[in-house]
């Protein structure tokens, strides 16, 4: 079975330059049906250079640690020949972080054709929730991969068990 694009998303270079860490891609999971098709855990482990003026990690970062992860859930449903782009994002912090690892943990709630909608939690070290974020992205055909063969809607969980789109593997 050959499962959406993989993880070509996780190697940004925006998260090497931050200090992101992907959790891999466990396809075998996600054939299993144990892990949904858009699923991304990604952790920042946070130091004073992090913080804002009041000595806690910049709310910025929180955000930019969920766009990432909401990305990689949203960019492992993508066929190959397909990128996407956030459209928008939305972020509400709970508590205050200042040091430790902070793990966002992204899940497409729905996708299709061409949008997308994606929500993230956002853990603190001691494991309370710290933030909730969500975003819609948009697919935008003729990306990175090959081109599309079809135009025609592909439910993407029924990619992940198996029942591929005639079409879409021809």
Do not use: W, Y
């Not at 079975?1 to 396809?27: C, K, Q």
């Amino acid at each position: 079975m050959t499962l959406p694009n993989e993880d070509r998303f996780a190697e940004a270079p925006i998260s090497r330059l931050v200090g992101f860490e992907v959790a891999p891609h466990d396809a075998d999971s996600v054939r299993d049906g144990k892990l949904p098709l858009g699923h991304a855990v990604v952790s920042l482990r946070c130091h004073p250079h992090h913080h804002n003026p009041m000595g806690r990690v910049h709310g910025g970062l929180i955000a930019a640690l969920a766009d990432a992860a909401m990305g990689i859930a949203f960019g492992r449903t993508l066929f190959p020949g397909e990128d996407f782009s956030t459209i928008d994002l939305k972020i509400s912090f709970i508590r205050p972080v200042t040091t430790g690892i902070i793990r966002a943990e992204a899940r497409v709630i729905d996708r299709g054709l061409r949008i997308g909608f994606i929500q993230c939690d956002i853990f603190g070290p001691k494991g309370k929730r710290v933030a909730t974020a969500s975003c819609t992205c948009s697919t935008i055909p003729g990306g990175n991969g090959d081109s599309l063969q079809t135009t025609e809607p592909t439910d993407v969980a029924s990619v992940a068990r198996g029942e591929e789109n005639s079409s879409r593997s021809q």
